[in-house]
């Protein structure tokens, strides 16, 4: 079974600062994806990043970029120039390959301070 | 285009009673998901749909619960009689169902709260 781990409950970010999500996963499988979602206060999760097992490059989506590194199972998300709307629950979440759902881990608050 | 939609956005019910939610997906989308959110926690999948086939409910109540998805196209989640620890977020989201790098998109979920 997959599993996701987020140690962080909350953290704190000076605007126009970088900030580290950390998460862990576990997964037997060798094809599987990793993704992260952001949560506003609103309530609807809005995908930010995809990084596929198979994927040499870690995945950037403009001021978001994943650091995957493989053999520690890990799928961190970096959060380059902190910005005030960026102020959200964040989740990382995994499948494995073939249509499956997303399994969440139990995400971070992040606030980012003025 | 627009986005998955869902109704209500808030319901405030007292135990016992029935609860609807709907959920519209993406026009195209094949696979159509309900997720469960409680308070601090991420979503949980309660049931998924493939068109209108439901191809994973194991995680899904059935005593209470019900879903159905007519025409592949808009579902309904139900819960009969709700219970004071129903109180959650229903998320909806919907996919082109392309497989593991296949993004799902949300709705703005339903906040149940149960009295």
């Known amino acids: 079974a997959q599993k996701i781990t987020q140690t962080q409950p909350g953290m704190f970010v000076q605007e126009k600062e970088a900030v580290t999500l950390d998460c862990t996963y576990d997964?037997?499988?060798?094809?599987?994806?990793l993704f992260w979602y952001k949560q506003p206060s609103s309530g609807e999760m809005i995908f930010l990043i995809y990084?596929?097992?198979?994927?040499?490059q870690n995945a950037t989506e403009g001021r978001y970029s994943l650091n995957f590194q493989k053999a520690r199972k890990s799928a961190n998300l970096v959060i380059s120039a902190s910005q005030l709307g960026d102020s959200a629950m964040y989740f990382c979440?995994?499948?494995?390959?073939?249509?499956?759902?997303?399994?969440f881990g139990k995400g971070t608050r992040l606030s980012v301070i003025a | 285009e627009a986005g998955v939609v869902q109704s209500p956005r808030y319901k405030i019910i007292e135990k016992k009673q029935p609860v609807a939610f709907w959920c519209n997906p993406i026009?195209?989308?094949?696979?159509l998901y309900w997720y469960l959110q409680n308070l601090g926690q991420g979503p949980e999948l309660l049931i998924r749909?493939?068109?209108?086939?439901?191809?994973?409910d194991s995680q899904l109540p059935k005593d209470r619960f019900s879903a159905e998805r007519l025409k592949g196209v808009d579902s309904t989640l139900k819960i009969q009689p709700a219970e004071l620890g129903d109180s959650a977020v229903y998320l909806c989201a919907s996919s082109l169902g392309q497989g593991r790098g296949d993004e799902q998109f949300f709705g703005p979920g339903t906040r149940l709260t149960v009295l």
């Open positions: 979440a995994s499948r494995n390959s073939g249509n499956t759902p997303l399994v």
């Open positions: 749909y493939e068109n209108e086939e439901a191809v994973d």
């Open positions: 997964t037997s499988d060798q094809s599987y994806g």
């Open positions: 990084q596929g097992s198979y994927d040499e």
């Open positions: 026009s195209g989308h094949n696979t």
